[in-house]
């Protein structure tokens, strides 16, 4: 079995909330990157990890800390899938941005991105983590569509090929 590793960071608790439903449905502890080094990734061959896009796009702030690890990182032969939370609502223009910043972060450091999403079902007007057509990685909103997020995370699992 593919060795999986899980971190977030949270300002609101929504995203701590979600990464730890994805763990729970793998079996795993997800972890906050709050004040880790790049070394955490070394054990994994998976790893899944989740932003919030604070403000009007920007990284939140335990990921912008860590972002000099990021650009030191080497990702090589690692899988990396990403889940973002944002409000579609009140944040149109800047929906996900984080979630794009941090894959640009990713493929730079040599990381593979997968479990691409459909932008189907959300309305905003820009997002840095469109790509293609489709999100750079899962789409969550808990502000304005928390009723869909636990068969969002289901679906996205199992198109990853994990057990939900």
Known sequence: ??????FFGSDTGNTEKVAEKIAANLNLEAQDIAGSSNDIFDDYD?????????NYGEMQPDWDYFVP????????GKKVALFGLGDQVDYPDSFL???????????EAGG???GDWATEGYEFND???????RFVGLALDEDRQPELTDDRIATWLNSLGLTA
Do not use: C
Request: avoid cysteine; proline fraction near 2%.
């Open 97 to 107: 941005d984080a979630m794009g910043d941090l894959a640009e972060l990713i493929t």
């Open 1 to 6: 079995m593919t060795n999986i590793g899980i």
């Open 46 to 54: 998976l790893l899944i990890l989740g932003t919030p896009t604070a």
């Open 127 to 133: 997002s840095r983590a469109v790509n293609d057509g």
């Open 112 to 114: 593979e991105l997968i």
């Open 69 to 76: 690890e990021l650009e030191d990182a080497d990702l090589s």
